[in-house]
């Protein structure tokens, strides 16, 4: 009967996180969709493939060394490479093993975290950018530099969890605030698109080609969401130790449940959603990248708050997250097409370091060795936005940037990116029609 049970509990634990990962997909669906939307109708097909194209080259990277890196850096500042092992492509459990049912799956839901990644820098430097210099990014991004922080501040084991009581159970600056500091490294460098602002230096708009695609791609990534969240839990462990206490737990092996996640969910979505169409005046665009803003801003502490923390933490993440935005935008010339590092850094950081404040001494491991704290919180955000987030993309941005290979010309950017296939089309249907008049004729 011990048998069957622990091989119930395998085989749960194997179909939990198996299906987090179609879920999780949903999010790449959807920031496809946000990011054709936005873009104008002759950058369409580049902007589809771009963010297409990150499947594959993330994947493959994530393979070969991005999984290991979380195994092999926990401890700073080089952690324990031996303890990366087991996560390197020819061992035994990264492939077929009827030994091992949980690693494939375990190892996809990280690689969605990392499509995840790369897809925020994505939308963010959209209709200039070439493909070549983004796949580059979007492996130092996916594949190296969220790896790296998820190593510190999101495995049990990480030093800012064991020194600094860092505690981000969904991916407020794990995820979301280091890629919105990566966008703005990028942005620097790539620049504005051409036309964006006016002589005296005032932003025009670039509106959205298709707000009703920006709205589906947003709902989208609601629902692949609930993915994001289930996979950042363990789904059950015997938490006392003598079986009286079975149930999920953060990544931290913190207690939490499914029933406390799905209230602080759906609040920080509603604080989100009115947030955004609020400040905006009812703009759909706004409100919607409101509603996603206000469910990273709660994030970091959303296995613990109560339903009304969630509430009004997500409303004030939305304030600055908006805020913050244009100011940046009009100070500085920054061209954010889709307000990446806004909706994920700004609220993503504010998330990191108010949760160091809400949670104050609830202990950020289970055994109570060390307790969440403001200290912590800021330093842990400082880390994810700046010193692994905007520094590492505004080097290597930097550099492409100087071999030339970093921007498109000028000349097809004003032409659109899907010139080439455009004018193919347009010679292919002329083509057909010709030969569709000629077969009449005769």
Known sequence: MGNQLDALVTVFTEFYYWVTIPLMFLIHIGFCLYEVSVSRHKNHMHTLMKNAMLIPVVTLSFFFFGFWIYFALPQWPLGDIASGTGALPWDLTMGSNYQDHIMGVFWAAFLLFAWTAASIVSGAVIE???????????????????????????????????????????????IHGICGGAALGILVHLGPRIGKFAPDGTPRNINPHNPWFAVIGLFIIYAGFWGFYAACNVPILDFTGD??????????????????????FLLSLAGGLLAGYTLSKGDAYWTFSGGLAGIIAASAGNDLYHPLQAFFIAIVGVWI????????????????????????????????????FMLWGYPSLADGSVTINPLG????????????GFIPTYIVAGI???????????????????????????????????????EVNN
């Open 377 to 388: 919180q800021i330093i842990g955000a400082i880390i994810m936005f700046v010193v692994l």
């Open 243 to 264: 079986g009286s206490v079975f149930t999920a737990t953060t990544i931290y092996l913190t207690p939490t449940t499914l029933s406390t996640i799905t209230f602080n």
């Open 321 to 356: 997250a908006y805020r913050m935005h244009f100011w940046v935008e009009r100070k500085f010339k920054i061209d954010d097409a889709v307000g990446a590092v806004a909706v994920h850094g700004y609220a993503g950081s504010f998330g990191v370091i108010i949760c160091g």
């Open 400 to 438: 492409l940037k100087a071999m030339g290979v970093l921007r498109i010309p000028r000349e097809l950017e004003l032409a659109g990116l899907d010139y080439i296939e455009e004018q193919t089309l347009d010679a292919d249907s002329k083509e057909i029609k010709d030969a569709e008049l000629a």
């Open 128 to 174: 200039r950018i070439r493909t070549g210099a983004f796949l580059i990014l979007a492996v130092l991004v996916g594949s190296i530099t969220w790896v790296i922080d998820a190593a510190w501040g999101w495995s049990p084991t990480g030093w800012m969890v064991t020194e600094l009581g860092y505690h981000d159970a969904y991916a407020s600056g794990v």
